[in-house]
């Protein structure tokens, strides 16, 4: 009996003879099996790059590596949110005087609703009026 270990391809998940091993970042794919995460093309070790767990070809590291700097950007914004904060200031002033502008609308409405109340209820008192006279007559 040999005590072969048989080491499994990090990739395929599948057994990994001697002939066909390829062993880099303490994990052990076939040849065939170290491939760019991004892109599929086949990598060997001497021109792969290795980044958060996952290999990549050149090009693919560089979009990835600079898309980690993007979101290292972005939390920088996130502590120094000053822009954002004067930009919402201002929106609020905005809306502040559009609520002035509806608010004279509606006071404007409001004073012909009361007109207009005004006049009915006149009319009805002199509807009354007349109908007092109609039963002394
Ligand atoms: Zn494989
Ligand atoms: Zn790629």
Redesign the pocket.
């Known amino acids: 009996m040999f005590n072969v270990k048989r080491e499994k ?6 057994t ?1 003879y001697a002939m066909e091993k390829l062993s880099c970042e303490n994990k052990v ?2 040849k ?2 170290l491939r760019c995460k991004q892109c599929n093309k086949l990598l060997s070790t001497g021109n792969y790059k290795y980044i958060e767990g996952k290999f990549y070809c050149g090009p693919h590291f560089k979009q990835i590596f600079l898309s980690i700097g993007h979101y290292s950007a972005f939390s920088d914004e996130k502590k120094n949110p000053k822009k954002v904060e004067k930009k919402e200031e201002v929106k609020q002033e905005e809306t502040k005087e559009e609520e002035v502008e509806k608010k004279e609308e509606v006071k404007q409405e409001e004073q012909k609703e009361e007109e207009e109340v005004q006049k009915e209820e006149e009319a009805k008192e002199e509807e009354q009026k007349e109908e007092e006279v109609k039963q002394e007559n």
Do not use: A, I
């Not at 391809?9 to 599948?14: G, I, L, P, R, T």
């Open positions: 391809c990090h990739q395929c998940n599948k990994v794919f076939h065939r099996c």
